[in-house]
């Protein structure tokens, strides 16, 4: 109660930046409706993203810890809700109760462990099982309840799996006839995650013609996505007027 009393409510359309790699330090975001992907910046290479999160996702935690710029950048998928934390709000909760950094450091934990799942899912060997291990953490990134759908095109997550295009596009479409998925544009719905975990652990039909790696890259951000701006404010009060149950599942992510 004490987080969401403090937060903010801000609406972003989809493409609007929420924050880039290298921004001024600020606070957490706590998505409700919507989606965003987190955007990594290598500096030697085009940003791209790196995964996506579904309401109940929490993120920005590194430099409420560090005060320093982000490492990270979020971008909404699609038009999006979000509850907003300032570092200053979350300064007062723990001058209030110093036990509150044990939620916040289970926070930082889940999120690592996130790009630790995602690491280990890079080194499943097999294409359709090495896709099925992506889609399934993707499909995570949320409260349980809602239904796994996830903003991702197919050459976002080609990337994500390391797969050609085509690869990426020849395993999809089995994973659909298999009833496993529904594809549509930028966006899959998972169906069966019963059926993709046996995937993922090498079961089921050899898919024929695959490739195995990926050296496409992202287009460049255009100029309508620029604006951090489009997400506008809202006032603390009105946190509370949306389903903030989505944002955490009770607190989930914490």
């Given at each position: 109660d004490a987080v969401l009393d403090r937060c903010l409510v801000r609406r972003c359309r989809r493409g609007d930046a929420l924050y880039r790699a290298g921004d001024p330090p600020g606070g957490l975001y706590g998505l409700i409706e919507g989606g965003v992907g987190v955007e990594l910046s290598p500096g030697d290479r085009e940003p791209y993203i790196g995964t996506f999160a579904r309401p109940g996702f929490w993120i920005g935690?590194?430099?409420v810890l560090t005060r320093g710029p982000r490492f990270v950048g979020i971008r909404a998928t699609?038009?999006?809700l979000l509850a907003y934390l300032p570092i200053p709000q979350w300064d007062a909760i723990v001058r209030s109760d110093p036990e509150a950094w044990r939620w916040?450091?289970?926070l930082t934990l889940r999120n690592c462990l996130l790009a630790v799942s995602i690491a280990d899912a890079l080194m499943t060997p097999g294409a359709a099982e090495r896709m099925a291990a992506i889609i399934l953490i993707l499909s995570s990134r949320g409260a349980p309840a809602l239904p796994a759908t996830i903003d991702v095109s197919q050459e976002d997550?080609?990337?994500m799996a390391n797969l050609s295009r085509s690869s990426a596009g020849r395993v999809l479409q089995t994973f659909e006839a298999e009833g496993l998925i529904a594809n549509t544009y930028r966006r899959v719905r998972v169906i069966d995650d019963a059926g993709l975990r046996d995937r993922k652990a090498g079961d089921g039909t050899a898919i024929h013609g695959v490739g195995a790696t990926s050296s496409g890259r992202p287009d460049?951000?255009?100029a309508d996505e620029?604006?951090?701006s489009?997400?506008?404010a809202?006032?603390?009060t009105s946190v509370r007027r949306f389903r903030v149950g989505k944002v955490t599942g009770k607190i989930h992510a914490w």
């Open positions: 935690e590194a430099s699609r038009d999006s916040f450091a289970a997550l080609a990337r460049r951000p255009g620029s604006a951090p489009a997400c506008r809202g006032t603390r």
